[in-house]
């Protein structure tokens, strides 16, 4: 069976300080990848996505970027962290199908960001 | 601009009692649409899915959700709450070309013993 893993679960980070989230899935190949971030009250915000390695899309400018090093293996960073990149990042895959098609997307455990 | 809108944010029931949570649409194409369930300290589960066919579809716990194309509406219904329901909801939309989605702000529920 396929299972997603995020570390850490919880990081606090001063502002200015570089970031490293990481995302690996197993029991899966060429998966579709998915960082997101969650804030209360805001549902969820999808940031990056990427449909194989070294590809990667960014669907809002922010002050993160992604990386895709290996099939499974999906990182979330930042060089200098700000205060408003607090907040809860969810790391999701989905399957593509032999048609092409998409359906729906799996969810790891999160990462619990604080920004002070 | 895509958008997925869900008009409750906060939802207080008794158990026993009925749960419908909207949820609305914004997208020029064809969708597929979702419920996901986070209960409190899980992961982000699927509730339900629709893809194509029957509007009604029957998800996990006795959920259920309608596709009301013409309205652009997917809300969830459960005709009888539990305790153990009380968790925060959320509507996703998304083209199935490219797998991604589109969520609305969350719905917690509050189910009281």
């Known amino acids: 069976s396929q299972t997603i893993h995020q570390w850490p679960a919880t990081l606090v980070q001063p502002v200015g300080s570089p970031l490293s989230l990481e995302c690996t899935v197993e029991g899966t190949s060429n998966p579709n990848l998915y960082w997101y971030r969650q804030a209360a009250g805001r549902g969820l915000q999808l940031l990056f996505y990427s449909v194989g390695i070294g590809q990667i899309s960014s669907e809002v400018p922010q002050n993160l970027s992604a990386s895709r090093p290996q099939d499974r293996q999906f990182i979330l960073s930042s060089k200098k962290l700000l205060l408003s990149d607090s907040g809860f990042y969810l790391c999701?895959?989905?399957?593509?199908?032999?048609?092409?098609?998409?359906?729906?997307?799996?969810f790891g455990p999160g990462t619990r960001l604080t920004v002070t | 601009a895509q958008s997925v809108s869900q008009h409750n944010h906060h939802v207080i029931l008794s158990e026993a009692a009925s749960l419908e949570l909207g949820c609305n649409y914004s997208?020029?194409?064809?969708?597929?649409l979702f419920w996901y369930v986070q209960y409190p300290g899980q992961h982000l589960q699927l509730l339900l899915k629709?893809?194509?066919?029957?509007?009604l579809v029957k998800g996990i716990k006795g959920f259920e959700a309608e596709f009301i194309k013409s309205k652009f509406s997917f809300n969830l219904r459960k005709p009888s709450v539990q305790w153990s329901d009380t968790a925060e909801y959320f509507c996703a939309v998304g083209p199935s070309n490219t797998g991604k989605l589109i969520f609305g702000q969350g719905t917690t529920l509050q189910v009281k013993p």
């Open positions: 629709y893809f194509s066919g029957d509007p």
């Open positions: 997208y020029g194409g064809t969708v597929n």
């Open positions: 999701a895959w989905s399957v593509i199908e032999l048609t092409g098609a998409i359906y729906e997307q799996y």
